[in-house]
């Protein structure tokens, strides 16, 4: 079974960078899919932030192309995400997720941006 | 973008009633393959958000039949029939068509 698991700090302090992991089990990451990055902040909104395909290119919401990193460690089966220059608009949680033929999705982990 | 316009923000239903959903995307969702990539997922209490149909009419393997996506360019609906307790929660739209991805505002399907 395909699991995905967040994992990272949950406070962050404004102009900081947030880094959070994604740990994969069940399927490797470079085999196929597309694995994102999802974030739901207080109240309802969902926004997806981005994308690593299983070759290793990257697609970002041009809303924050220029703050964003996605990356991976294949050996550790592991994805990333990198958000620069963090405000208080960024406290959200944060989802990892495969999209396709069936989805997985983590647990999600809650990130508060504040000093 | 793709604006996704979801209909209507809350919904408040008894056990056994039959509800829907409205999705209007600010573009076509018809793909370069003739697919229409729109799908509708359920966040529950507590719980990530789960897809429950792809391809607007497509259910994902364990939903229960009392769902049905359907629909076609710019016009989406998700109808539950018969809501039962483990409905509640809150559903989103998806469009998968375009880049960047993106989500309705969402429907918080409450108890009467």
């Known amino acids: 079974e395909v699991q995905l698991q967040e994992s990272g700090p949950g406070l962050v302090k404004p102009s900081q960078s947030l880094s959070l992991t994604c740990s994969v089990t069940?399927?490797?990451?470079?085999?196929?899919?597309?694995w994102n990055w999802i974030r739901k902040f207080p109240g309802n909104k969902l926004e997806w932030m981005g994308y690593?395909?299983?070759?290793?290119?990257?697609n970002y919401n041009p809303s924050l192309k220029s703050r964003i990193s996605i990356t991976r460690d294949t050996s550790k089966n592991q994805f990333f995400l990198q958000v620069n220059s963090v405000t208080t608009e960024d406290t959200a949680t944060y989802y990892c997720?495969?999209?396709?033929?069936?989805?997985?999705w983590g647990q999600g982990v809650m990130v508060t941006v504040s000093s | 973008d793709v604006v996704m316009t979801q209909t209507p923000p809350s919904l408040s239903v008894a056990i056994g009633q039959s509800v829907s959903i409205s999705c209007k995307s600010s573009?076509?969702?018809?793909?370069?393959?003739?697919?229409?990539?729109l799908n509708w997922l359920l966040q529950s209490p507590g719980r990530s958000p789960k897809r429950l149909i792809y391809?607007?009419?497509k259910l994902d393997s364990g939903v229960p039949d009392r769902f049905s996506g359907s629909g076609s360019e710019k016009d989406f609906t998700l109808k539950i029939s018969r809501v039962e307790a483990e409905d509640l929660g809150v559903y989103y739209c998806?469009?998968?068509?375009?880049?960047?991805?993106?989500f309705g505002g969402g429907t918080k399907l409450e108890l009467k």
């Open positions: 997720a495969r999209w396709g033929t069936r989805d997985y």
């Open positions: 069940g399927y490797s990451i470079t085999s196929s899919y597309r």
């Open positions: 391809q607007v009419s």
């Open positions: 998806l469009q998968g068509t375009h880049l960047p991805r993106t």
């Open positions: 690593i395909n299983s070759a290793g290119s990257t």
């Open positions: 573009q076509s969702l018809v793909a370069s393959d003739k697919n229409t990539y």
